[in-house]
């Protein structure tokens, strides 16, 4: 039940993203883990059903953090209230509009800094950060390549508006990489790690930037990969094509440039110059299975759980 200055939220949606992946681990990490018996993290997507605070009624629909749960409560200063006749479905807040989209635009404006005509390649790239940071590459006058699993996902990159697309489970990787990329890689978005790493490691040209987002290939991982150490070789390439490398957490960004975001990428969205795509898993009881198979990219686009 809510105190005085709280909402309750019956949970319409669960956003499920890959960072939860480190929340159930005690691995030191940016954020601390999720104790075990405690409410796993999320952002969710609520609507109030009992007000005891002001500025929220009954009725009205919130971006919140209640994580994988049916209700929650929570105080006005800790949500944002959503506009259901704004022109666009409320669960863009979770993805194209949300902490994903974001994380895109954060990592490619103030990390990658494409230039027109310069080729930014990004993985995972049928994902709401991938997707974003591959159109918003292509509205920054780059050329965009995507890198994604299957056929079905690399057509969907093209149709958005891509240059090229690049199935990592196709035999012919490595080739077809090096196709899409004639003129080498200027700004890689590291989303995944893993054999799509090893495939664009030397295809980096020299001053290329590699805003280091996440290393999803490797988030079940409970040892380090077989392999001789390459360590040596990243140092070298580091140094002799002179690469920045820089890693981030989208939250560092938050205060100085969402607003901005929001601004630029709100009639992006609904001019459809930049698109997006959701797939829903339906019940609560239906997120774990959902959740792992997104770390195997079952997921076709932001994965968001139908609460109720
Ligand atoms: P996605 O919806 O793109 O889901 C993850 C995707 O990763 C899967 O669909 C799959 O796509 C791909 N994938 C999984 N394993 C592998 C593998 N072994 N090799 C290649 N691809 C793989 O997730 P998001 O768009 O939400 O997130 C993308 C990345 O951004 C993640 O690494 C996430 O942790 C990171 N992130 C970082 C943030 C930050 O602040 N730094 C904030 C938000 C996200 P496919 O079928 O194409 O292989």
């Known amino acids: 039940m809510p105190r005085d200055g709280q909402v309750l939220l019956r949970t319409r949606y669960l956003s499920l993203d890959p960072y939860m992946r480190g929340r159930m681990s005690d691995v030191p990490s ?12 999320g952002g969710t997507i ?3 059903v009992e007000s005891r605070a002001d500025g929220l009624a009954p009725g009205d629909l919130v971006l ?10 929570a105080r006005p200063a ?18 194209v509009l949300g902490m994903p989209g974001f994380t895109a635009y954060a990592g490619l404006t103030q ?9 930014v390649v990004v993985a995972a790239a049928s994902g709401p950060v991938g997707a974003t940071v591959g159109q918003l590459a292509r509205i920054l006058g ?7 699993g299957g056929p079905e996902k690399s057509a969907y990159l093209r149709s958005i508006g891509f240059d090229a697309a690049v199935d990592h489970r196709s035999a012919s990787f490595e080739a077809d990489l090096a196709a899409a990329t004639p003129d080498g890689i200027d700004v890689y978005f590291e989303n995944v790690g893993g054999h799509v790493w090893d495939a664009v490691f030397p295809r980096l040209n020299p001053f290329a930037r590699i805003p280091l987002c996440g290393l999803v290939a490797h988030y079940n991982e409970t040892a380090p990969a077989a392999g001789p150490d390459r360590v040596q070789a990243l140092m070298t390439a580091i140094l002799k094509k002179s690469l920045t490398v820089r890693g981030f957490i989208q939250n560092e960004f938050a205060a100085s440039l969402e607003p901005e975001f929001l601004q630029r990428a709100t009639p992006w969205v609904r001019d459809g110059e930049l698109q997006y795509r959701e797939c829903f898993a339906e019940g609560l009881e ?12 079952h997921n076709f686009g932001k994965l968001l759980v139908r609460v109720s």
């Open 30 to 41: 940016y954020a601390p883990p999720v104790e075990v018996g405690g409410v796993m993290v």
């Open 46 to 48: 609520g609507e109030v």
């Open 64 to 73: 919140a953090y209640s994580g994988w749960q049916r209700y929650g409560v």
């Open 78 to 95: 800790a949500v944002r209230k959503l506009d259901p006749d704004a022109g666009l479905p409320v669960t863009t807040a979770l993805g």
């Open 111 to 119: 990390i990658g800094r494409p230039r027109p005509g310069e080729t």
């Open 142 to 148: 780059a050329r965009a390549v995507g890198i994604a």
């Open 286 to 297: 239906n997120a774990p299975e959902a959740f792992v198979g997104m770390l195997e990219g």
